[in-house]
């Protein structure tokens, strides 16, 4: 027989599924590095929640911990869910819907990313290809040049969500990355120093100098799995999500292994990143 905290989580999750911020059983596992089948196990009443689990679903998500574990109290801290990263809207017809961060919403989107209600007022566009449906991806406008050839201002660079507890493990030193900040979102190379308790921002064009973020200021981080192109505006079609086929063709993100300048570019790039950790490792020295 289950224990009663296990029951808790489970009606936990009945919630998050109700109000859209997981599409299924299977998306919850994987949010929290859990495997499906483990859950599925939990799910059918077979075992219990560990307690590991438990803890980064009231990370994650806001359960209240007085619920889950006295049964006192609203099921979410605040009585709603306040980390909503998960959220991808999607319906029975098209699956193929997430959330296109780009014009005001782009800039706001710091500051609502944990409010349910205004994150759902951000129009969703529908990709032109099938893609695993479980996973977490949204759509972020590139603003600038600063990544320039590889990410064009305008551009639209789809991201794959990055649970905080995989940080340390998951972001590799010269890749690409969306980085939501507290105020601002990066499209940037990265320098990772956790020891350090921060990041370096680079980017592609050497005129802009590398930026220095605090891991305390940074709320999210997405890898980068696609590039839309921008080649031209298509109004959108009598109120639905507008067809991403219609506004970008589709390039993936490893574009680059067809373009021998761009490779000598980067690897150049990764020199420059070099000089720069010897650079600041001696900084920080004195």
Known sequence: MQNEVTKRLLNCVEQLKASAIVRSNRQFSLSLNYLPQSWSEIVKGRRDAPVELIRKAIVTYSFNPNYLFLNDGAIFLDDKPSNVQSVVFQNEEDKKIMLDISGENRMKYPMILHKVAELQEIPAIRLPF???????????????????????????????????????????????????????????????EFSKEKIILTSFDNSYSPQIVSIHDIQEVWSIKYVLKKVDTV??????????????????????????DIKEQLADQQEQIAELKESLDSEDSF
């Not at 590139?142 to 969500?161: C, H, K, S, T, W």
């Not at 079609?237 to 490893?254: C, I, K, Q, T």
């Open 130 to 192: 099938d893609y695993e449906q479980d996973l977490n991806l949204r759509s972020f406008q590139v603003v600038g040049e600063g990544m320039a050839p590889l990410y064009q201002n305008d551009d639209r660079v789809i991201g794959l969500f990055i649970d905080p507890f995989e940080w340390e493990t998951q972001l590799i030193e010269g890749n690409r990355y969306i980085v939501v900040t507290r105020s601002d979102i990066h499209v940037n190379s990265i320098i990772p």
């Open 235 to 260: 109004p959108a079609n009598n109120g639905l999500e507008p067809d991403a086929s219609g506004l970008f063709p589709m390039l993936m993100e490893m574009m680059q292994d067809g373009f021998t």
